[in-house]
């Protein structure tokens, strides 16, 4: 007898990853890679072959198709979208995590570095979602995940731009959930805490800001990268079928101090 499928599994599925080729986005991959999904992993330097992702998401036994986007160029995401509805088999999860980050007081916060962190991490992920998702609507199904932050709910330090993306992408999470909801499609976000990738390597170097995250984090540790996959397991999954405009902290317990 065929034991019955798990909440949690999602064999048959296609998921796409952006900013897979490293830190969050990788490990999110290998988590849904070991669920039972296949795999188009995405980033703006990913190897079209040998990559870190392709060996996990392979060694799982799930396919993994690399592709490569700058999500600074809103052409370049365009041509993702085209390229992605053109596939062999339509997209079923969308996990938005691609991103960006410059650290400057906002005084010294450029024109430049405004621009694109939000076109990176908000004005791209839209362009890429409202794509995808339009395919989703007409198939009356779909997951879309965004990866929030700490900084959707508060102001940070030296990051101005980053803050106002990720309180963006808060919104954008509530707005497409209010709209696609009752057609089939889930959309909602992780919000990571503090967790040891190459954009919080600047914190993790200075002494006295690390020593004071530490001090507010309950949970004693810095995340790993691979504390965030199992909560994109769940909302990639049948068992958040009606989790709708969610925005889940994984964070050690950061927020409710």
């Known amino acids: 007898m065929t034991p019955p499928r798990t909440p949690f599994d999602l064999s048959g599925k296609l998921a796409v990853v952006t900013g897979a080729r490293r830190g969050i986005g ?11 999904a296949d ?23 799930r396919s993994c198709t690399a592709l490569r986007a700058d999500f600074a160029d809103r052409a370049a995401v365009a041509r993702l979208a085209d390229t992605l509805g053109e596939l062999d088999r339509p997209v079923d ?9 410059a650290r400057t007081p906002a005084a010294e916060h450029t024109d430049s570095d405004w621009d694109h962190v939000l076109t990176v991490n908000l004005t791209s992920q839209f362009t890429l979602t409202r794509e995808v998702g339009r395919r989703m609507l007409a198939r009356g199904q779909g997951k879309v995940v965004f990866t929030a932050s700490l900084l959707s709910f508060q ?14 992408l808060a919104g954008l999470t509530r707005a497409l959930a209010n709209e696609w909801a009752g057609r089939g499609v889930n959309v909602n976000a992780i919000v990571p805490g503090y967790v040891a ?19 507010r ?5 810095w995340a790993g990268p691979e504390d965030i996959g199992g909560t994109a397991v769940f909302l990639a999954s049948p068992a958040s079928d009606y989790v709708h405009g969610a925005l889940i902290p994984v964070d050690g317990g950061w927020l409710g101090r």
């Not at 999860?93 to 980050?101: E, P, Q, R, Y």
């Not at 984090?217 to 540790?221: E, L, Q, T, V, W």
């Open 155 to 168: 102001g940070g330090i030296n990051v101005p731009g980053y803050t106002a993306a990720k309180s963006g």
């Open 93 to 101: 999860i969308l996990v938005n995590n691609a991103g960006t980050i």
């Open 217 to 221: 984090i309950p949970a004693g540790r």
């Open 39 to 61: 795999i188009v992993a995405v980033s703006a330097r990913l190897e079209a072959d040998g990559s870190e992702v392709e060996k996990r998401v392979t060694a799982l036994g």
């Open 197 to 215: 990738t190459d954009n919080t390597q600047a914190l993790r170097d200075d002494p006295d800001r690390c020593a004071a995250i530490l001090d």
């Open 26 to 36: 990788l490990a999110v991959a290998e988590a849904l890679a070991a669920a039972g």
